[in-house]
């Protein structure tokens, strides 16, 4: 199998839909969560619009600039995830966030795509210049915490988060072994 990580296009219209609708059907079925949420911060059906405010070209008050990337399987030719990348971290995602947030839709977990989708991700963090990334995920979350260590996440600690949930926070260390005392 072939995975890639691919910036949306129109030909990926439909597919972005059905993605969307399971994740939310998951969600109300089951109680997860929707991450990355940048993918459903705005509605799909108006495909130009949301294409267009998929990546966060500019800083806000509250909000630093990111992109948006989805996971394809080529073989396939479908999209099974998506990740969101933040170019650098404000006092709020550094506590509770981080650099990436990341999700596999409902159907297409427990088989690996999420590490592959993180290690994908860590690339193009390097190619922003992001040498240390922060990863956080809910602590009773267990495939998430295994995704990101098995990509060289430390836990630094633990904290209760906005909404009372207990999340982790874990750094992937992106600097070649010499730099990293330097």
Same mark, same amino acid.
């Given at each position: 199998?072939?995975?890639?990580?691919?910036?949306?296009?129109?030909?990926?219209?439909?597919?972005?839909?059905?993605?969307?609708?399971?994740?939310?059907?998951?969600?109300?079925?089951?109680?997860?969560?929707?991450?990355?949420?940048?993918?459903?911060?705005?509605?799909?059906?108006?495909?130009?619009?949301?294409?267009?405010?998929?990546?966060?070209?500019?800083?806000?008050?509250?909000?630093?600039?990111?992109?948006?990337?989805?996971?394809?399987? $080529?073989? &396939?030719?479908?999209?099974?995830?998506? %990740?969101?990348?933040?170019? *650098?971290?404000? #006092?709020?995602?550094?506590? @509770?966030?981080?650099?990436?947030?990341?999700?596999?839709?409902?159907?297409?977990?427990?088989?690996?795509?999420?590490?592959?989708?993180?290690?994908?991700?860590?690339?193009?963090?390097?190619?922003?210049?992001?040498?240390?990334?922060?990863?956080?995920?809910?602590?009773?979350?267990?495939?998430?915490?295994?995704?990101?260590?098995?990509?060289?996440?430390?836990? $630094?600690? &633990?904290?209760?988060?906005?909404?009372? %949930?207990?999340?982790?926070? *874990?750094?992937? #260390?992106?600097?070649?072994? @010499?730099?990293?005392?330097?």
């Amino acid at each position: 199998m072939s995975l890639k990580l691919i910036k949306l296009t129109k030909k990926y219209e439909k597919q972005l839909g059905e993605m969307i609708d399971e994740w939310r059907a998951d969600q109300e079925l089951n109680h997860t969560n929707t991450s990355p949420g940048a993918i459903f911060k705005n509605d799909y059906h108006d495909f130009d619009y949301y294409l267009e405010h998929l990546d966060q070209k500019t800083a806000t008050k509250d909000r630093v600039p990111g992109s948006v990337f989805f996971l394809l399987d $080529e073989d &396939e030719d479908r999209l099974l995830g998506a %990740v969101n990348i933040r170019h *650098y971290l404000n #006092d709020d995602l550094l506590k @509770e966030g981080g650099h990436i947030g990341d999700g596999i839709r409902p159907g297409e977990r427990r088989k690996g795509y999420a590490t592959k989708m993180i290690g994908l991700a860590l690339e193009e963090c390097r190619k922003l210049g992001i040498d240390r990334v922060l990863m956080t995920c809910d602590k009773d979350n267990i495939g998430s915490a295994k995704s990101i260590m098995n990509n060289g996440g430390v836990l $630094e600690n &633990e904290f209760v988060n906005s909404e009372g %949930v207990v999340e982790q926070r *874990y750094w992937i #260390d992106l600097r070649k072994p @010499e730099e990293r005392f330097t």
